[in-house]
């Protein structure tokens, strides 16, 4: 039951400290070393690994998207990611040295499936991470990560990608250690603050009210943008996602570097863009991405900036200012995702929507 919140959606995104909890639960030891029981695949095999190819779909797809930033930090593993539907049509090149990570919350999405078993049958392995005990997709594979979510009810994915993140950080912390490629420093610096993390989403669910307000402010938008850089990327597509199936807005994320390609001739008076900032430690990044930002104010846009505890440098251009709890860039997506969730809920709810059953939508796609 929904034990006290308005919707599942609601409170599936207060239990993500917990979930993303559960999901570390055991799997770091003190001594900064990781172990992960259900990788049925041997060190030997994870050494020869060449390539890695994610296959998801929706917000699964998200998760792989910032999953590629850590794991080639890490492992300097070349990594590809690709939306499961379009992934077997193509011909894709894969050998035994291919590792295939299927990405998914359900564990039947047919799309993945579908990839999944083309990938197998082509030689490579296959790696699911998945929310669901005994579901097809990790029963298919090599191996398989659980993220120890517990049940989504809301149709949109919320602790799911948080928990999908989370297990992409282990299994990618978990083949640098196997491999020996970075220092174990980073390894054991990385998780101690992953084993933070939870705290720091805490922390964000606590500082909500000024997003619900301004969602609440917003029922006439027609058409919202989301920008980031790095990983604020695939965030942008994932609170743009949020928003559609939500609110039935249309929204669309766009990576900041391309605006001047095109899509800047999209910003006039009053467009409300959500920009996620990276921190500004990342001091060639952040700069970007404050010049985007002054870019598009100049141009009329209402700005709605989600930046780092500390950073006020945004704050001149920034209509409406938020802060998240500082983690290192790659975790970001842990913190800096929730308000774009809540953002969308709120929205979806205040034009009278069913946030839990958006129109058109199954909690799983079991049709390719
Ligand atoms: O069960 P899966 O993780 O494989 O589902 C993948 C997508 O269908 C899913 O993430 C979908 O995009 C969500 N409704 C997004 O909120």
């Known amino acids: 039951e929904k034990g006290g919140y308005d919707w599942f959606m609601q409170k599936e995104i207060a239990e993500q400290p917990q979930a993303v909890a559960d999901t570390l639960l055991g799997r770091v030891n ?23 190819i994610v296959v998801a779909c929706g917000t699964a797809y998200h998760a792989g998207l910032i999953a590629k930033y850590a794991i080639e930090h890490w492992t300097r593993v070349p990594v590809e990611v690709e939306l499961a539907s379009e992934f077997r049509y193509r011909d894709p090149i894969l050998t035994k040295d ?22 197998r049958e082509q030689h490579s392995r296959v790696l699911a991470i998945c929310n669901t005990n005994g579901s097809t997709i990790p029963r298919e594979s090599d191996a398989v990560v659980y993220t120890h979510g517990g ?17 992409c950080y282990l299994v990618g912390l978990y083949l640098a250690q196997v491999r020996g490629v970075k220092f174990n420093d980073e390894v054991e ?34 058409t919202v943008l989301f920008l980031g850089r790095h990983v604020g990327y695939p965030m942008a597509l994932e609170g743009a996602l949020k928003l559609k199936e939500l609110a039935y807005i249309h ?13 800047i001739a999209l910003i006039e008076q009053d467009l409300p863009v959500v920009v996620v900032v990276p921190s500004p430690k990342r001091p060639l990044l952040h700069d970007k ?53 809540v953002f969308a809920a709120e929205l979806a709810d205040a034009l009278g929507y069913d946030v839990d059953q958006p129109r058109n939508l199954a909690k799983s796609v079991t049709v390719e």
């Open 189 to 222: 610096e990385v998780l101690t603050q992953l084993s933070d993390s939870p705290a720091a989403i805490a922390e964000t669910l606590n500082r909500m009210e000024p997003i619900r307000k301004l969602a609440r402010s917003m029922v006439g938008a027609r």
């Open 30 to 52: 003190g001594q900064g070393r990781l172990k992960l029981d259900e990788m049925r695949l041997s060190e030997d095999e994870l050494r020869a690994i060449t390539k890695i």
């Open 289 to 341: 991405i404050v010049s985007n930002i002054q870019e598009i104010r100049a141009r009329g846009a209402k700005t709605i900036v989600i930046a780092e505890d500390g950073d006020d440098v945004v704050a001149p251009y920034a209509d409406f200012l938020f802060h998240v709890p500082e983690l290192p860039i790659l975790l970001q997506p842990l913190v800096a995702t929730v308000p774009l969730q």
């Open 151 to 167: 049940p989504e009810i809301g149709v949109a994915s919320t602790k799911a990608f948080l928990t999908q993140l989370t297990a």
């Open 251 to 263: 929204a669309e994320g766009f990576a900041a570097g391309e605006l001047k390609h095109g899509p």
């Open 98 to 119: 291919t590792l295939v990570i299927a990405i998914s919350q359900s564990g039947e999405t047919m799309d993945t499936l579908m990839a999944i078993r083309h990938a």
